[in-house]
T-cell receptor, first 113, second 117 residues
């Protein structure tokens, strides 16, 4: 199982772009990279998922270099409501592997006015 | 996506008692999981709830302490038995996305905040 390493915390200001990088040096060929967001008193919420290169959706972008040993979650123009904990997870695809997703420490993002 | 309802949302219990947490999903799902999140910590997988058979527990978690039921593809319960203050945590039900071309996408309930006195 690929272990992930993220910064424990980050600060930003409203309107700025935030980039959170996650290291996963022993990622396996079948592993996808998935990011979740968690607000206080709520369960984690899926943000974005990718395998390689770049993925973009209405919420964020995910950049994955060719070696896939790291990934960067990019949040454009953050607002106060983006203050949350962000988790990077790496896991192989297929139902038999899903439950083995290991949550790391996560990155606590604090957006200031 | 899947809509997950967890009950109760919070409870305060006396040590030595047991609490059963219910998880209801609005669609049939193959994989259901129970996580624990201690105060200020990340999520830890307790077990995989298997439909029609015994749950699969992760290291450090045992059936006697955390019995799990999964009678069908939309419902599961987790019981926290013989509680102590160390069991004070948020307990989260999670399911895998069904019918979508995704990999390893989990949906979570809003959790049960348990405080043991």
């Amino acid at each position: 199982l690929a272990k992930t390493t993220q910064p424990i915390s980050m600060d930003s200001y409203e309107g700025q772009e935030v980039n959170i990088t996650c290291s996963h040096n022993n990622i396996a060929t079948n592993d996808y990279i998935t990011w979740y967001q968690q607000f206080p008193s709520q369960g984690p919420r899926f943000i974005i998922q990718g395998y390689k290169t770049k993925v973009t959706n209405e919420v964020a972008s995910l950049f994955i270099p060719a070696d896939r040993k790291s990934s960067t979650l990019s949040l454009p123009r953050v607002s106060l409501s983006d203050t949350a904990v962000y988790y990077c997870l790496v896991g192989g695809y297929g139902s038999s592997n899903t439950g083995k997703l290991i949550f790391g420490q996560g990155t606590t993002l604090q957006v200031k006015p | 996506s899947a809509v997950i309802s967890q009950k109760p949302s919070r409870d305060i219990c006396q040590r030595g008692t047991s609490l059963t947490i219910q998880c209801q999903v609005d669609s049939q799902v193959t994989m259901m999981f129970w996580y624990r999140q201690q105060p200020g910590q990340s999520l830890t997988l307790i077990a995989t709830a298997n439909q029609g058979s015994e749950a699969t527990y992760e290291s450090g978690f045992v059936i006697d302490k955390f019995p799990i039921s999964r009678p069908n593809l939309t419902f599961s319960t987790l019981t926290v038995s013989n509680m102590s203050p160390e069991d004070s945590s948020i307990y989260l039900c999670s399911v895998e996305a069904v019918g979508e071309a995704t990999n390893e996408k989990l949906f979570f309930g809003s959790g049960t905040q348990l405080s043991v006195l």
